[in-house]
């Protein structure tokens, strides 16, 4: 029997969210400050229209659902949820007023695009976008990306009960630290030294191109929070074929790997643990398919000889792997080139590499490597089964920063989120071919949103239908918050419908 | 003789004039991209505005060109690009420039890119200044939104207060 929420489960949840609203509202102060540098007064006054309706927005929540509860397993899921999508829908406000947008529906899509970390855009003649909105597309990668959740951990709640179960509803279910409100804080101390780092090396390579340093510096920090955060938007429409670099490709690529590596790595390697690199299963998992993944992309190229030197492939091929194997998006070849010129086996290569992902508690999407390390685990603890004697007792260990006993709650957890993500690949595909659009084309794409990596073979374009732009949208966002958040939320509408 | 001569050569006309014309108009890059392994080497004319950054590297350098459809790499020697005087971005139209030069699929020169090698660059347009003032409907929402927000937090601190 389902129970219809009460009251005070609304007001619980309306509170939150008009906290985290009011969270998102701050931080467009950032591109305000951007666009007065610039001198840009018109997207000033853009972001100033967002900021006043999120505040208008999150103040009254806060004021008409005013609680001071703690939050419930299920509340915390269903505030995570929503806030998504509320950021998605305020978040596209200053997008779509820029005029660069053709409808509202391509703005939120930007913005979910962005949130989810996915990189796939809409976005119209984007050479001449001003720089407080793409500074906006790039800022809202980075929340995204730390989790807009953690944002509000971070900065604007003391701490209370509820706050590891919206951590857990954004999709990170390991704390670095015992306590989450410091496991964010150190999430975002990691965050803001590489981009630190991450800025400064890509705005000095940018000047050795003969970038004016101004310009250099703005996209370095654009281009570390689309690559550190695996989002895949860049501040000119030529992605990073704009800058016609070999060391700008390999700043941007050490960016992705190191992003989609896990924030337990991280801290293993600040405190001086390196070898936790070459023994993590995730690690070891990570480096294996980059090389099964090459290996066919690599064969393909070869075979279709699309690449005339072996270098140029290599190139070419790699970081375009490295790309979708993070979940970045970053590419150095038009999305046209790879259907036209890239023959079916490369790309079933990058499919698969953008479907396994990268680690967990990082800022990739997809199923992601723990999960394919523990099932890898499972299946071969299964045929030791079978090839040793009978009476013969089996423990399969696996180690993930610690040793550990591969157990079966762990086990049916990574299947049940694997088939939900191949669910979710596979629904995108249907929806990509009911629209018209080939079946390796649909599935390339499908999988590059549900999986937030944001590699376009050509499908992403404002002219595709709106009811497949909704699709992607929905893929990204159930992607990204890995389902259980998105269905804790069907589950509380229904129960608001039909409960008693 | 020479008739024959002359039939030969109106036939091979014929077959070369769509080839000829196909050389001499401008090129779009929808079209370089869709039928990239037949341009590749040839050389073509390519025109559009110059977006982005001049990146000059020493003897030679780097503009991006957008012709509407797609903005494509031209790299060229520093001289020609020292003629373009503004690349457009967020406020400014760039000089509108034509491009002969010879277009590469996969440039072995440049780490396989797709890219033109510049052979000459004119400038047909001056780029301009695009600023315009900000629509009254903005401010007037703008104006609307402070007031709402203030009153809402005037509530606020007046129910806090009791």
């Not at chain 1, 703690?70 to 200053?94: R, Y």
């Not at chain 1, 913005?111 to 793409?134: F, I, R």
């Not at chain 2, 003629?83 to 396989?112: M, P, W």
């Not at chain 2, 007037?140 to 601190?157: A, T």
Request: charged share 15%; hydrophobic share 50%.
């Amino acid at each position: 029997m389902l129970l219809r929420p009460s009251f005070q489960d609304i007001r619980n949840i309306g509170y939150y969210l008009g906290k985290i609203i009011v969270g998102l509202a701050l931080t467009m102060l950032i591109p305000i400050l951007v666009g007065f540098l610039w001198h840009e007064p018109e997207p000033v006054i853009d972001f100033f229209i967002a900021a006043e309706v999120s505040l208008v927005v999150g103040l009254l929540l806060m004021k008409f659902c005013y609680s001071q509860k703690d939050l419930s397993w299920m509340q915390g899921m269903i505030v995570v949820a929503l806030s998504w999508l509320v950021a998605m829908v305020l978040g596209a406000i200053p997008l779509y007023l820029s005029g660069h947008w053709h409808s509202f529906l391509d703005a939120c899509f930007e913005a979910m695009s962005g949130l989810a970390t996915t990189g796939l855009v809409l976005v119209q003649d984007l050479d001449h976008l001003s720089h407080s909105h793409n500074l906006w597309r790039h800022l809202i990668m980075f929340i995204g990306g730390q989790g807009i959740v953690i944002v509000a951990l971070s900065f604007f709640v003391k701490g209370f009960s509820g706050a590891f179960k919206m951590y857990v509803g954004e999709a990170r279910d390991e704390k670095i630290l015992p306590n989450v409100i410091h496991t964010s804080r150190f999430i975002w101390l990691v965050s803001f030294t590489y981009l630190a780092l991450g800025t400064i090396s890509l705005g000095i390579t940018g000047i050795a191109l003969g970038m004016p340093w101004q310009e250099s510096f703005f996209h370095g920090a654009c281009n570390f929070m689309a690559a550190f955060d695996t989002g895949g938007f860049t501040p000119q429409s030529q992605n990073i074929l704009y800058y016609h670099s070999l060391s700008y490709e390999v700043v941007t690529m050490v960016l992705m790997i190191l992003g989609a590596i896990n924030f337990k790595m991280h801290y293993q390697a600040w405190i001086g643990n390196r070898k936790e690199v070459f023994r993590d299963i995730e690690m070891l998992g990570f480096f294996t398919t980059v090389i099964i993944t090459f290996f066919i992309v690599g064969a393909g190229l070869v075979q279709n000889s699309t690449y005339q030197q072996g270098i140029i492939l290599f190139r070419k091929g790699f970081y375009q792997l490295i790309s979708g194997h993070t979940g970045t998006g970053f590419q150095t070849v038009y999305p046209s080139q790879f259907i036209a010129e890239w023959p079916h086996l490369s790309l079933v290569g990058i499919i698969i590499a953008m479907a396994l992902g990268g680690a967990v508690c990082s800022t990739t999407g997809a199923i992601k490597m723990l999960r394919i390390g523990i099932i890898y685990k499972a299946l071969m603890e299964d045929i030791k089964k079978i090839i040793l004697p009978e009476k013969a007792i089996l423990a399969q260990r696996f180690h993930h920063i610690k040793t550990l006993f591969l157990e079966q709650p762990q086990v049916r957890a990574a299947f049940l989120i694997t088939i939900l993500y191949l669910a979710l690949y596979a629904l995108g595909t249907l929806a990509g071919m009911w629209f018209g659009y080939p079946f390796l084309n649909s599935l390339f794409e499908s999988t590059s949103a549900a999986a937030n990596v944001g590699l376009s073979c050509g499908i992403t374009e404002v002219n595709m239908p709106a009811a497949l732009k909704i699709t992607y949208i929905f893929q990204m966002w159930a992607g990204r918050l890995e389902f259980m958040s998105v269905f804790t939320l069907f589950g509380f509408f229904l129960a608001l419908l039909k409960g008693k | 003789m020479s008739a024959i001569l002359k039939r030969i050569a109106f036939l091979f006309l014929i077959v070369l004039l769509p080839v000829i014309a196909r050389a001499e108009q401008p090129v779009t890059s929808v079209e370089l991209l869709k039928d990239a392994s037949f341009y590749n080497a040839k050389k073509i004319i390519f025109e559009g505005e110059v977006v982005g950054d001049i990146m000059i590297r020493g003897k030679s350098g780097w503009i991006n060109v957008n012709d509407g459809g797609n903005a494509i790499g031209v790299f060229a020697a520093a001289n020609f690009l020292k003629d373009i005087d503004q690349a457009g971005r967020y406020g400014k139209t760039g000089d509108l420039v034509q491009i002969f030069g010879v277009f590469n699929r996969s440039c072995t020169e440049h780490g396989g890119d797709l890219d033109i090698h510049a052979l000459n660059i004119q400038r047909i347009k001056e780029g301009n200044s695009t600023i315009r003032s900000i629509p009254t409907f903005k401010q007037i929402i703008l104006v609307l939104l402070s007031v709402i927000l203030i009153i809402i937090l005037w509530i606020s601190k007046d129910s806090r207060k009791h």
